[in-house]
């Protein structure tokens, strides 16, 4: 398999480490639209080589970054943009190598760039939230520089995360880099929809491919503890419908967590094939690995 493209949205728990499992069980060709419903970071569409898709996600900051991001021609011309922030509220920038103070360092080994950067950080996240029109390349420099890398915004629209022990480095230049060239070769198109009102509003056929990464019943991240039983059965029916029209369909999910079991997903995954996939699931509330059943559900 060729060299893996890194999403430049670093989501924890994101499928980026699984890939070399996941891609393998997708169709070696397909006449249609490569589908979605839970796109995240991208990392899944990011590394296919279809040309055609369908991406979706009901989080609107994620979507409007997705489209901020990909409207860039160049990975320079970004970089310029992002590189104003950075230098106008006085970030650490180890891309370009730029010098530490050794006695922060010292004093804090293993958090001197949340040290180093947390009120100037703060000053900007502050500018952020102020600014009606929500600069989103200044949001997507406070999701770098934020903990764990999370968009999260509170009750009035204020964007949250607290400065985190990361800053912009060689990785995040070159997933960014990854990621413009992706969305050049690629014909994308992002919207924000709930995956009921995606999958009601879209039509879809034989020709098309679906991956689904939903939230996780039984788990407790910042990203599944919205999602409900009834969700869950909803989206179940939804997959009965597409295999119904012959329609191709990957699910990944979490079939047992914490000494709990999905027994909706176990009970419907009856009818289709499932295998295991090699995983620990990471939540950002708990970053020990928890012995969980991650599997693959497919109709094909």
Not at 30 to 47: A, T, W
Not at 71 to 80: A, I, R, V
Not at 241 to 257: A, D, Q, Y
């Amino acid at each position: 398999m060729e060299k893996l493209n890194r999403s430049p949205f670093f989501y924890v728990g994101d499928k980026y480490k699984l890939l070399k499992q996941l891609l393998p069980l997708f169709p070696e060709n397909i006449d249609g639209r490569f589908v979605e419903p839970f796109v995240g970071g991208g990392s899944v569409y990011l590394n296919t080589q279809y040309k055609n898709c369908l991406l979706n996600d009901s989080n609107e900051h994620l979507v409007k970054l997705h489209k901020f991001l990909s409207s860039f021609q160049s990975t320079e011309s970004l970089m310029k943009e992002a590189e104003k922030i950075i230098k106008k509220y006085n970030l650490s920038y180890s891309y370009k190598n730029q010098e530490f103070d050794k006695k922060l360092i010292n004093k804090y080994p293993k958090t001197y760039f949340a040290e180093m950067n947390r009120e100037n950080y703060l000053k900007l996240r502050n500018d952020f939230n102020k600014n009606q029109d929500k600069n989103l390349m200044q949001l997507y420099v406070l999701m770098i520089y934020g903990f764990n890398r999370m968009l999260r915004f509170n009750a009035k629209g204020e964007f949250n995360i607290p400065v985190g022990n990361v800053d912009f480095n060689e990785n995040v230049y070159n997933a960014l880099d990854s990621y413009i060239q992706t969305s050049k070769i690629k014909k994308v198109k992002f919207s924000n929809l709930d995956f009921k009102d995606f999958l009601s509003k879209n039509k879809f056929d034989d020709k098309d491919f679906f991956y689904l990464d939903p939230p996780y019943l039984i788990t407790n991240s910042e990203y599944n503890k919205y999602w409900t039983e009834e969700d869950d059965l909803i989206l179940y029916e939804e997959l009965d419908n597409l295999n119904s029209k012959k329609i191709r369909f990957v699910l990944s999910n979490i079939l047992s967590h914490k000494g709990m079991e999905n027994q909706i997903l176990r009970q419907w995954s009856k009818k289709y094939n499932m295998q295991y996939i090699n995983s620990n699931y990471i939540s950002y509330h708990d970053n020990s690995q928890k012995k969980s059943k991650e599997v693959v559900i497919t109709n094909f």
